[in-house]
């Protein structure tokens, strides 16, 4: 599988929007890039996922470089229950391996 | 609610107990996983049944012994645990199909071993 590589931490202002960077350069044709997110000490929730287009729906959304070696997630007004571990996941044949994430805190 | 139920929550056991953690999902899914997700470490994937078939196996210690009975339940039985066995113990589920799917996971379990 792809690896992916991610900034450890972010913050972001409540009421602005949350850009999450995530590269995976080695990424193959047909690998998905999946987006993750964890609130300390539950499970890991769905947030989206894409192959090439641009993806968005009611949580957020995913911007894919042409190149798709890199990709962005975009929580468009971030709250304080935003707060969480964000996981960039490149999948391929349905085996999900998790890095460690960016860190985000949404400031009041 | 993900429609993936784990019990029990919180687990402290002794270094010679046997205990087990329990996984149950409501979504009609045909894959279950575990995952092991250690203090500022990513999640490890430890297990991966399809169709209740065990399908991958990470080089996990013979302390840890996974079972699927059916498509809906998937236990994981510990003995003789090490107190670096410590960690939180997630379990997900999916559809396997040829679409790409998604995982669905359970709250965990928070599991101290002393």
């Known amino acids: 599988d792809a690896k992916t590589t991610q900034p450890p931490s972010m913050d972001c202002a409540e009421g602005r929007a949350a850009n999450l960077p995530c590269n995976h350069s080695?990424?193959?044709?047909?690998?998905?890039v999946y987006w993750y997110r964890q609130i300390h000490s539950q499970g890991p929730q769905y947030i989206i996922h894409g192959l090439k287009n641009n993806e968005t729906n009611e949580m957020a959304s995913l911007i894919i470089t042409e190149d798709r070696k890199s990709s962005t997630l975009i929580l468009p007004h971030a709250t304080l229950r935003d707060t969480a571990v964000y996981y960039c996941?490149?999948?391929?044949?349905?085996?999900?391996?998790f890095g460690t994430g960016t860190s985000l805190t949404v400031i009041p | 609610e993900t429609g993936v139920t784990q019990t029990p929550r919180h687990l402290v056991m002794g270094m010679t107990n046997k205990k087990s953690l329990k996984c149950e999902q409501h979504l009609g899914h045909n894959a279950m996983y575990w995952y092991k997700q250690s203090a500022k470490k990513p999640l490890e994937l430890m297990f991966v049944?399809?169709?209740?078939?065990?399908?991958e196996n990470n080089s996990v210690p013979s302390r840890f012994s996974p079972e699927c009975p059916n498509s809906s339940h998937l236990f994981l039985h510990l003995h003789t645990l090490q107190p670096e066995d410590s960690a939180l113990y997630l379990c997900?589920?999916?559809?396997?199909?040829?679409?790409?799917?998604?995982?669905?996971f359970g709250s965990g379990t928070q599991l101290s071993v002393l």
């Open positions: 080695t990424i193959s044709g047909n690998e998905y």
């Open positions: 997900a589920s999916s559809h396997l199909s040829g679409e790409r799917e998604k995982l669905f």
């Open positions: 996941i490149v999948e391929g044949g349905n085996q999900f391996y």
């Open positions: 049944y399809s169709l209740e078939e065990r399908v």
